[in-house]
């Protein structure tokens, strides 16, 4: 009787650790290419569902097909009233982009790399499009600088208690808000000093109205 109980514990001893190696943790994956290897963030996975999009997303059109996007993710609805996580589609213009995101040139072209997903600049339209993995990425990415802070690399104290969580959404809505406020993108690789002074104060104004202190 001792021997049976032993080897059923072995046996779903085993087992969960199988499972716990073969699936996904709370259904996110980790972004890992290039430089990013480094330092793990975490995404919906595709197929993942939720009833009630993050604030400040965003409405794409492509194809005639409306998707929502927000934060490197992109959303389409389904017929259970949720939204459901889906592979960014090619030709998707977005004004922002995750503060995770891998910067690199190809040519006179900038690049970016975030959530297994290219994007290029379009500075006619300060825009950000989803396109194919571009000739030469891998090589030019390997020399390209991650950014991993919230953009204008500013250091941001909670002086409230929040958690990391809400720390990194906070920052992500505040560059999101800063950037329709002023019309600059300090991602987008422009040298434009007085844009910029802009766009640091307008962001910086954001988080301490959420209760940071901004250095």
Not at 1 to 9: Q, S
Not at 145 to 152: A, K, L, R
Request: hydrophobic letters at 30%; one cysteine or more.
């Amino acid at each position: 009787m001792i021997r049976k109980t032993l080897k059923a514990t072995l046996i779903a001893a085993t087992l969960g650790l199988m499972l716990s190696i073969v699936l996904p943790a709370n259904n996110v994956f980790a972004q890992s290419h290039g430089k990013a290897d480094s330092r793990k963030y975490q995404y919906p996975n595709i197929g993942h569902e939720i009833r009630t999009l993050p604030k400040g997303n965003q409405t794409v059109l492509v194809n005639r097909k409306n998707y929502r996007y927000t934060n490197g993710s992109f959303y389409r609805p389904n017929n259970k009233g949720a939204y459901v996580v889906v592979r960014a589609p090619i030709g998707a213009r977005v004004r922002t982009l995750p503060a995770n995101r891998v910067n690199f040139r190809i040519g006179n072209r900038n690049f970016f790399f975030a959530n297994l997903t290219y994007y290029l600049w379009d500075q006619g339209r300060s825009e950000y499009i989803v396109v194919d993995k571009p000739d030469g990425a891998e090589s030019a990415m390997g020399s390209a600088q991650d950014t991993v802070t919230s953009p204008g690399n500013s250091i941001v104290y909670p002086s409230e208690g929040q958690s990391d969580e809400q720390r990194a959404r906070d920052r992500y809505e505040c560059y999101q808000w800063a950037v329709d406020e002023t019309g600059y993108d300090p991602a987008s690789g422009v040298n434009d000093s007085a844009a910029s002074s802009d766009y640091t104060r307008a962001n910086s104004a954001c988080l301490e109205g959420r209760g940071y202190t901004v250095k």
